[in-house]
């Protein structure tokens, strides 16, 4: 057990839904990162939060949006799903240090029909 | 810019050889870290090692052993008489001080029985 805990972890949905990707990080890391990772993809970076603030932003589509509340948990909502969003979304978290690990949850499987 | 490169995608051994994943990265930055994680079969991400940019020492662990080069902007991986378990995606990472996380494109490791 990695400590970070990603909900749920599968998820099969229809095209045009929404859902939202839960992400409690490992106690006293305050950065949460969230990854896409498509069939045979590497790992796309999609956002970073720093103790409740947008910290960096990568590929993340418009429908696309997250948040990180006071209490550290982050949640990743994503609508208007496509085909192509079907992937494994990765949560990670770090505390602020450079020299620091990121630490991934078991990641959450989307699928959509 | 940031870049890391894993030219190999794909690598196939048999059992008990010997195998190099190699990894090149791009950075302007006078400290930085180097990451490898694996990502087994069953899918999640699990941290391997770390190397900050000042040190250069080689390091063992069991049967992996990892070659850091700064004249050759390389972080190396090498895995001592393979076992079917070995088998995984591995990635390499880059992080600087700005806290961004960079990740290869990960190296299909299939040890054959």
């Known amino acids: 057990d990695s400590g970070v805990t990603q909900t749920p972890k599968h998820l099969i949905t229809a095209t045009g839904q929404r859902v939202t990707l839960r992400c409690s990080p490992r106690?006293?890391?305050?950065?949460v990162y969230w990854y896409q990772q498509s069939l045979d993809q590497g790992l796309q970076f999609l956002i970073q939060?720093?103790?409740?603030?947008?910290?960096a932003k990568g590929n993340i589509l418009e429908r696309f949006s997250a948040q990180q509340f006071p209490d550290l948990h982050s949640e990743l909502n994503l609508s208007s799903l496509e085909l192509g969003d079907s992937a494994l979304y990765f949560c990670?978290?770090?505390?602020?240090?450079?020299?620091?690990?990121?630490?991934f949850g078991a990641g959450s499987r989307l699928t959509v029909l | 810019a940031q870049k890391v490169t894993q030219a190999q995608t794909e690598i196939s051994v048999v059992e008990k050889e010997d195998v190099t994943l190699d990894c090149v990265y791009e950075?302007?930055?006078?400290?930085?870290?180097l990451f490898w994680y694996k990502q087994p079969p069953s899918g999640e991400l699990v941290f391997l090692i770390r190397?900050?940019?000042?040190?250069?020492q080689n390091e063992i662990s069991g049967r992996y052993s990892w070659n850091f080069q700064k004249s050759t902007s390389s972080f190396n991986f090498t895995i001592t008489a393979s076992q079917v378990v070995d088998s995984a995606v591995y990635f390499c990472?880059?992080?600087?001080?700005?806290?961004?996380?960079?990740f290869g494109t990960g190296t299909s490791l299939t040890v054959i029985p």
């Open positions: 990670a978290s770090s505390v602020p240090s450079g020299a620091n690990v990121l630490t």
């Open positions: 106690s006293g890391d305050l950065s």
């Open positions: 939060y720093y103790n409740g603030e947008e910290r």
């Open positions: 950075t302007r930055d006078t400290t930085y870290y």
């Open positions: 190397r900050n940019s000042f040190d250069e």
């Open positions: 990472a880059l992080r600087h001080t700005g806290n961004q996380f960079y």
